[in-house]
Each structure stands twice: as C-alpha cells, then as structure tokens.
C-alpha cells in the first residue's frame, strides 16, 4: 500500500535511535555486505565500571553502508514508534507481527536472491 505510511510518522532520527537502542552483540543485530559481516570487523567490545559492553564502530558502519551494505536489526521489541505500526498492522491482518528495521544507501544490493517465509512491509525513504 504505497503511502500507508508518512515520513512525518517515522524518521531517519527515529530509525538511528533504534540501531543505538539496539543490542549489537545479538545474533538479531548484523551487517550484511557480500554476506553477513563478522561483528569483530564493525562491533567494539569496552569495560564499563565493570559491565562487558558492545557498541558499533560508527565510522566502520558509515563506510559499509556508503558502499552498498545494510544494517540489519530483527526482533525489535520495546520501541514505540515500531510498536505502534506494528500494533497497527496486527489489527489490520488478524496475524502476528514481528518487526524489523534494515538501513541501506545507494543503488546496491547486499543480498542474493532470496525469499522470505513471512509478509514484509517496507517503509522507505521516498526518492
């Protein structure tokens, strides 16, 4: 349904949000660009007051996505804007929705050839 959804509803700054919020070190959270990316080579591991933390590596990030990569997050739970539409959605189909969110840039596809086992609705940057 082409227009379903408005920019004014969901935001680059909302999609950011969302990554940072994310747990990158979950087998949910990826970088797929040629294949799924190994987290050592865009996740960083730090001490903080003795807590194991996880955080990406921004530049390393900014540099797959500009040639061509996308940054996966699956599962997405506890956020509202996400919660909403999904909500939304659910009511619509009478079915169970699980969210996600991809970012990608330019032209590029990262993945092969493939088809899903679920309904996906996409949300996009218009043009």
Not at 35 to 64: F, M, N, Q
Not at 68 to 90: D, W
Not at 114 to 122: E, G, K, L, M, Y
């Amino acid at each position: 349904m082409k227009g379903a959804v408005s920019s004014n509803d969901f935001s680059w700054r909302d999609a950011n949000e969302i990554f940072e919020r994310s747990n990158v070190a979950s087998n949910d959270f990826k970088l797929s660009c040629d294949g799924i990316r190994p987290k050592h080579e865009y996740v960083e591991s730090y001490w903080d007051i003795g807590t194991l933390r996880h955080r990406l590596i921004k530049p390393v990030v900014y540099d797959y996505l500009r040639n061509g990569a996308t940054l996966i997050a699956n599962k997405i739970a506890n956020e509202p804007k996400v919660n909403q539409f999904a909500r939304r959605v659910a009511e619509f189909t009478g079915r169970q929705v699980v969210s996600s969110a991809y970012a990608a840039f330019g032209e590029r596809d990262s993945f092969r050839c493939h088809w899903n086992t679920r309904d996906v609705i996409a949300v996009r940057e218009p043009n």
